[in-house]
């Protein structure tokens, strides 16, 4: 299995570590985009930044990233298996809005304690979750004839 632990830009020690952790026990070949993060894993290989990340999703059979909205929706709409933990050590924390939508949308697993990763790692069956719809735009017919009217 080939996994990819992604952070974004940002950083989140804690996933990289907890990953580089519990991944070692797993027959799987591992790649880790740590961002900003001062953690670098010893077990697996990593980068900081991967130019074109979004266009190799395709390469891994799961994801495992932060809730950042980029990564997440690029998943969906790819329909690409992936696990999702906010990172709730940002100040701000908007990354648990997406959770709770990603959640309560039966869109992916959502790992809120990163105690549990090593549980849906190898206990949830990821077929399970619902696939993304993008929601139909509905306002061009009013936008046009906006335009049209001036």
Do not use: W
Not at 16 to 29: F, V, W
Not at 72 to 83: M, N, P, S
Not at 86 to 96: A, C, G, T, W
């Amino acid at each position: 299995m080939n996994i990819l632990v992604t952070v974004g830009s940002g950083c989140f020690d804690s996933l990289i570590m907890e990953c580089d952790k519990i991944l070692i026990n797993y027959n799987c070949n591992v790649l880790f985009q740590i961002g900003d993060g001062k953690y670098k894993p010893i077990n697996f290989q990593y980068n900081e930044y991967i130019d074109n990340l979004s266009q190799q999703y395709e390469n891994f059979d799961l994801v495992i990233t932060h809730c950042g909205a980029g990564t997440v929706y690029k998943c969906l709409d790819l329909g690409i298996r992936f696990i999702s933990v906010p990172n709730i050590e940002r100040k701000d924390r908007h990354q648990l809005e997406l959770a709770k939508f990603l959640f309560l949308n039966n869109l992916s697993p959502v790992c809120f304690n990163l105690d549990e990763l090593s549980k849906f790692i190898c206990k949830y069956p990821l077929s399970l979750y619902a696939k993304y719809k993008e929601p139909r735009f509905f306002g061009q017919n009013m936008i046009s004839s906006f335009i049209n009217k001036y």
